[in-house]
């Protein structure tokens, strides 16, 4: 069989060159990382679920008129996305303090923010994703006017979306990070949510309890992270039963 062509292999992804051309193949690993990548571990499970739950979320915000880079599902752990040039921006939303805005300027973990506050880190491992203002994205050509403009409306919109899933299930949005992309239309450039929206991605605690149910469970050692996931795609409805901690086959006689 012929060999897929790697693009480009990431901490948690490896992207794929896809079956037609403006396509790619994403593909989940069970890898998860932590403080650009001081801690790792392998965490079985995490590939499929991030999988499943990245689809959920970017099939949701397609169906809402939010563009996304999500075409389709191809099996547990690849799904079928648009290529698109992404903006080497981290772009983070928050509702409530938490991570690095409560340890800058110290705010107590869960303090709820006057309003969803929108920040940028510059994507480069190198540095650590080092925080950065509208004023050194512009400067350095990462994004236009237009873009950032474009980029926080993206952004809150994402943020409205995924609140209300999630409060829908009782858990809440404390904050999360996104990719934005570029594609082009004919003439037209236009940006969509690229990566990936998960537990990786976001933090997510619950409503009554405070329990994380997001990577922090990884970060700080805080339990099974494949189990804190499983929770949250079980209260989504999202998972079928046997997709985690699989059971072994059985043998029917
Ligand atoms: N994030 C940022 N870089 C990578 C990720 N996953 C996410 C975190 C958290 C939010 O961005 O998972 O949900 C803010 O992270 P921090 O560390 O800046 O507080
Ligand atoms: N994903 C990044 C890393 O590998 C940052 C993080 O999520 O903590 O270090």
């Not at 079985?44 to 959920?56: A, D, F, H, P, W």
């Not at 075409?71 to 080497?88: G, S, Y």
Request: glycine share 8%; net charge negative.
């Amino acid at each position: 069989m012929a060999r897929r062509k790697k693009i480009y292999e990431g901490k948690a992804k490896i992207l794929y060159e896809g079956p037609e051309p403006g396509t790619i193949v994403q593909y989940f690993k069970d890898d998860a990382t932590a403080f650009n990548a001081e801690k790792k571990d392998v965490i079985e499970g995490k590939g499929v679920l991030n999988n499943r739950l990245s689809e959920y979320f970017m099939v949701g915000l397609n169906g809402i008129g939010v563009p996304t880079h999500f075409i389709k599902r191809l099996n547990m752990r690849e799904q079928l996305v648009r290529a698109c040039e992404i903006i080497p921006l981290e772009i983070i939303v928050r509702n409530y303090a938490a991570g690095s805005l409560s340890k800058r300027l110290g705010i107590e973990e869960g303090t709820a923010l006057p309003r969803p506050i929108v920040e940028y880190c510059y994507k480069d491992d190198k540095l650590g994703d080092p925080l950065v203002t509208e004023e050194h994205i512009g400067a350095f050509g990462w994004a236009s006017q237009q873009d950032m403009d474009d980029i926080v409306a993206l952004a809150l919109r994402v943020n409205d979306y995924m609140s209300g899933l999630m409060y829908g299930v009782g858990i809440r949005l404390v904050d999360f990070k996104i990719e934005v992309g570029r594609v082009y239309d004919g003439d037209y450039q236009r940006l969509i949510v690229a990566d990936e929206i998960s537990p990786d991605s976001c933090r997510l605690w619950d409503i009554e309890t405070g329990q994380k149910l997001d990577k922090d469970v990884f970060r700080h050692d805080l339990g099974s992270l494949a189990d804190a996931y499983t929770e949250v795609a079980r209260r989504l409805g999202v998972m079928p039963k046997q997709a985690t901690h699989m059971a072994k086959p059985k043998l029917i006689n």
